[in-house]
């Protein structure tokens, strides 16, 4: 079935260093892949999203980076900063299922000062 | 602007009891609107979506069920509650295909 799982559950890095989060997906029909920062408490927060037919993205401080050869997702953070601590979460949307979103289990960031 | 509001932020009921969450959405029409459920460290399972008046699709079989009575409002309810039905409830929308999805604040349920 349909799915989208994270490589590491947990991850610390140093306040400044840059940050990597992995994501590894099953469904070859997705339309958008996105990467969502959860908070403790709170309801998923939109990062940055990449469209299937392209291999790279890049927003504020973030980078993402798709490979459909191996349906690998990745979700660079320049200069991690303390605030960046929290959730997160790689999904995917198929627009033909009502633009519905599968999620991955999540990796938890965590930034050291 | 467009908001979304759910309520209540946190829920404590007695197994067996019903339940009913709403979420609304304000600033859009039509709507794509979601039910999520997250267990504690663990991402989010998609329980209905709905892409109009009546319209609900239901992704998993569970104890559960989802009406959307108004274009803006969509129920998640319960007749009788499981202690499995324990979680995080999260309402989300999107505006249309390739459109973000923004989503509530969550409902905290506990059933004990």
């Known amino acids: 079935g349909e799915s989208v799982g994270l490589h590491l559950p947990t991850l610390s890095v140093q306040e400044g260093d840059n940050s990597i989060i992995n994501c590894a997906y099953s469904?070859?029909?997705?339309?958008?892949f996105i990467w969502y920062k959860q908070e403790s408490g709170k309801g998923p927060q939109f990062i940055i999203d990449?469209?299937?037919?392209?291999d790279k993205r890049q927003g504020q401080r973030v980078t993402v980076l798709l490979n459909k050869t191996v349906k690998h997702l990745s979700l660079q953070i320049a200069a991690t900063q303390p605030g960046d601590s929290a959730v997160y979460f790689c999904?995917?949307?198929?627009?033909?299922?009502?633009?519905?979103?599968?999620f991955g289990q999540g990796t938890e960031l965590s930034v050291k000062p | 602007s467009q908001t979304i509001h759910q309520w209540p932020a946190t829920l404590v009921q007695p197994v067996g009891s019903p339940l009913s969450l709403e979420c609304t959405v304000e600033?859009?029409?039509?709507?794509?609107l979601y039910w999520y459920r997250q267990a504690a460290g663990r991402g989010l399972q998609l329980l209905f979506y709905s892409v109009g008046i009546g319209q609900i699709s239901s992704e998993v079989p569970q104890n559960l069920s989802a009406s959307r009575p108004q274009d803006r409002q969509f129920i998640l309810s319960s007749k009788k509650l499981l202690l499995s039905d324990s979680g995080f409830y999260l309402c989300?929308?999107?505006?249309?295909?390739?459109?973000?999805?923004?989503f509530g604040q969550g409902t905290r349920l506990t059933v004990v």
């Open positions: 600033g859009t029409s039509n709507p794509n």
């Open positions: 990449i469209r299937s037919n392209m």
């Open positions: 999904a995917e949307r198929v627009d033909n299922q009502g633009g519905k979103l599968i």
């Open positions: 469904n070859s029909a997705s339309d958008y």
């Open positions: 989300a929308y999107t505006t249309g295909p390739g459109a973000e999805a923004f």
